[in-house]
């Protein structure tokens, strides 16, 4: 962790990266593990400007519920990491500003991961890393990953021995988080977006045709008793894991938070972009991404964001991918071969490419326990695909209406 006294100094800035005169340091909230990734950019900056930047680490989904308290009394950070699902309550909540540089430097990010970042037509975040699911498949049993979505259920009705818990592909298909790549492959969708970008959360797309058929595929998989009974439920995605680790599951579709674990497992894993579905079109995903945001509280907006455009500098952000192994949406280093040359960074990058961010704004989150609830009804056979789909949209758009009645 990078750690220097706190100074005031003056600071000139001309037009780029100086001409704003502003007596500040920085205070900058990274994640927890994370710092290392910056330390270089951060000693650059502060010989370039001669400024202090206090570098502190802690969780970054906990930042925007902390800055609450933080920012009024003066002891908050100026940049802060935030995931961008977090946007949407906090530009409500008045806690974070836009960010002016991100109009200009946009194009240097991936349209996807500066979307996350944007509502009312103004981009609030700066963008760090995505994240999505992807396959993973254990070379030993499963030398290649396979084309189509068709072929890993011929391979998994292949390979299946419950006797002997073995299985070939497994996926926590009674999520949506897991199951939105099948989904949206078929035209299904959460939100629609406006014609200025924003979410229409009055147009709910988990109930069309395109979810109907989607579901009704996936669920193939449970009715044939390709998938064990426990991997539906809170404690689903323990129970793949440990079937992967135990090399009882030959592939699974998980995010790359389980990396370093499957490997400390001694798996010998490949990873790989998702399938394509049966009517040709790959699938999506859920894209989540992490992103610099500048506090309402910050002692100088002009300063932080300078820092920002500064140490996101492509020699920089490669620097930042080989300490800490996320991927970065910067394109120029999306492009470079340490991410070109690297199969599972190139997997991951290639999968984020065709993901979608989970939507950012506060109406998400009645989203999740409804469709969930309905998947699940799904996957076990309790409900029809059209009346649980449709029963959930309905419990949906009421509780929206209800929570916008609240908020206004």
């Given at each position: ?153 011929d ?6 021995d ?21 989904l ?80 400390n497992?001694?798996i ?12 040709g ?5 859920f894209?989540?991404v ?7 509280w ?52 290639v ?24 998947l ?15 029963a ?13 009645a609240?908020?206004?």
């Amino acid at each position: 962790m990078k750690k220097v006294s706190k100074l005031s100094i003056a600071v000139t800035l001309a037009v780029g990266f100086a001409g704003v005169v502003s007596a500040a340091d920085l205070t900058v909230w990274e994640d927890i593990q994370k710092s290392q990734g910056i330390n270089n950019a951060v000693v650059d900056f502060e010989k370039q400007f001669n400024v202090s930047v206090d570098i502190k680490e802690m969780p970054y989904t906990g930042q925007i519920e902390k800055v609450r308290l933080d920012g009024p009394a003066g002891i908050g950070p100026d940049v802060m990491l935030i995931p961008h699902d977090q946007m949407g309550a906090a530009v409500v909540q008045g806690l974070i500003t836009p960010l002016e540089f991100m109009q200009t430097d946009k194009g240097n990010y991936t349209d996807s991961s500066v979307q996350a970042f944007t509502t009312g037509g103004k981009i609030y975040g700066c963008p760090k890393v995505v994240e999505s699911v992807v396959m993973f498949y254990n070379q030993d049993m499963l030398p290649k990953p396979l084309a189509t979505m068709d072929e890993y259920y011929d391979y998994s009705k292949k390979v299946h021995d419950a006797d002997k818990n073995k299985y070939g592909l497994l996926a926590k298909w009674d999520s949506v988080y897991y199951a939105y790549g099948a989904l949206r492959a078929y035209g299904a969708y959460v939100f629609k977006r406006d014609a200025g970008g924003d979410f229409d959360v009055k147009d709910l797309g988990l109930s069309n045709q395109g979810a109907i058929d989607a579901v009704t595929y996936m669920k193939k998989f449970y009715t044939d008793g390709l998938f064990p009974v426990g991997i539906v439920g809170d404690n689903g995605g323990n129970a793949i894991d440990s079937l992967f680790t135990e090399k009882k599951a030959a592939a699974v579709i998980t995010g790359p938070w389980n990396l370093e674990p499957y490997a400390n497992a001694g798996i010998n894993y490949g990873v790989s972009p998702l399938p394509k579905m049966p009517n040709g079109q790959d699938m999506s995903s859920f894209m989540g991404v992490k992103g610099y945001v500048v506090s309402t509280w910050a002692k100088d907006h002009a300063l932080a964001e300078k820092f920002l455009q500064f140490i996101n500098q492509p020699k920089y952000v490669v620097e930042r991918y080989e300490a800490t192994k996320e991927i970065p949406p910067v394109k120029a280093v999306m492009e470079d071969k340490v991410i070109k040359d690297d199969p599972i960074a190139s997997a991951i990058a290639v999968q984020a490419s065709r993901a979608e961010p989970m939507p950012s704004i506060p109406e998400m989150g009645e989203v999740w326990g409804p469709i969930d609830a309905a998947l699940q009804l799904c996957m076990t056979g309790k409900q029809d695909v059209k009346e649980a789909l449709t029963a959930a949209t309905d419990h949906i758009k009421s509780q929206i209406e209800a929570f916008r009645a609240d908020n206004q």
